[in-house]
């Protein structure tokens, strides 16, 4: 974790997370703070001890908080910050009904093996809404693809788009085949297109840190658009990867003996073998590790599978 602020409005301030936690983007003001995406909620006891440093709030309120999209890894702290600070929390408005219904399925929770605390919201923001944050606006616009309700916010001022997961320095978050969502890919396209028409100066992913070579990162996720549009396997084996790797990151460690009942339990797994892959569990896994190793996202420790 990092604190920075390359190129970035002094009452912008990002707090710079691991694979674990999304970014958080602190905006200040004289009215309070306002927060977007509080990290996974394995991490929320050292999410508040960031927003009570002098680089965070210090002794100042929080005003609101707001998600980009709620994944696990971007809304995992919300109870307990709401818990702390007594604020209101925004969501984007196609990730209200799920919120309200707490679809563990749609949100990826018990699903892909992850969890976050329940909360309660009380503001929605649609694509195309302004609201000032830390004495700048900022207009949502539509972002969807890894999540089909997410928003990233853009500041035309000074060109910053908080991009969530819609584009990092080197691609985005994993996207659903179009076997499981034909919706997925074709919106993440639209996505990239959207955002390459925009005056983007620098960028606050995510994860990762910020950036501004801008151009190339959205070559970097077209291409990668275009090769999983090809290919529906790979897709379905690059977020079967990266599902497996976060739940590496959230528990430490996985037996290796006890890897293909894991598989077999766990929904997303399950539901992709049966579609894409046709494996034995014990397959599956032997797969994944052995793609996962090569890659050095993970290694074996005796008995045990660990993050790399």
């Known amino acids: ?163 969530g997961d819609a584009l990092w320095a080197n691609g985005y978050g994993f996207v659903m085949p179009g076997e499981i969502d034909p919706r997925a890919l074709p919106a993440t396209r639209a996505t990239l297109e959207m955002l390459s028409q925009l005056d983007v100066r620098i960028v606050i992913p995510g994860h990762g840190e910020p950036f501004v070579e801008v151009g190339a990162a959205l070559e970097r996720a077209f291409a990668r658009t275009a090769a999983f549009e090809a290919d529906s396997l790979r897709v379905a084996r690059h977020a079967l990867k990266v599902v497996l790797t976060f739940a590496l990151l959230d528990r430490r460690r996985l037996a290796l003996a006890d890897m293909p009942s894991y598989l077999e339990r766990i929904g997303i797994y399950r539901d992709f073998n049966a579609l894409f892959f046709k494996r034995s569990a014990a397959k599956l896994a032997e797969l994944l590790i052995g793609e996962l190793e090569h890659a050095g996202a993970v290694r074996r420790e005796g008995e045990w599978l660990v993050p790399g």
């Open 1 to 163: 974790m990092s604190a920075v602020s390359p190129r970035l409005p002094p009452q912008v301030h990002v707090f710079v997370r691991d694979w674990l936690s999304s970014n958080h983007v602190l905006l200040k003001s004289r009215d309070g703070g306002v927060l977007i995406d509080s990290g996974y909620a394995r991490h929320a006891p050292f999410t508040l001890a960031l927003l009570e440093t002098r680089q965070g709030l210090g002794d100042a309120p929080l005003a609101r908080l707001v998600n980009t999209h709620c994944h696990s890894d971007h809304m995992g702290g919300n109870a307990a910050i709401k818990t702390r600070y007594g604020c209101p929390i925004t969501l984007p408005v196609g990730e209200a009904a799920l919120i309200d219904a707490w679809d563990e399925r749609t949100l990826l929770l018990a699903y892909t093996d992850q969890y976050a605390p329940r909360f309660a919201y009380d503001e929605t923001i649609a694509p195309g809404e302004t609201r000032v944050w830390g004495d700048l606006e900022w207009r949502a616009l539509a972002a969807p693809g890894h999540d089909m309700g997410a928003v990233v916010f853009y500041n035309a001022e000074h060109g910053i788009l908080v991009s």
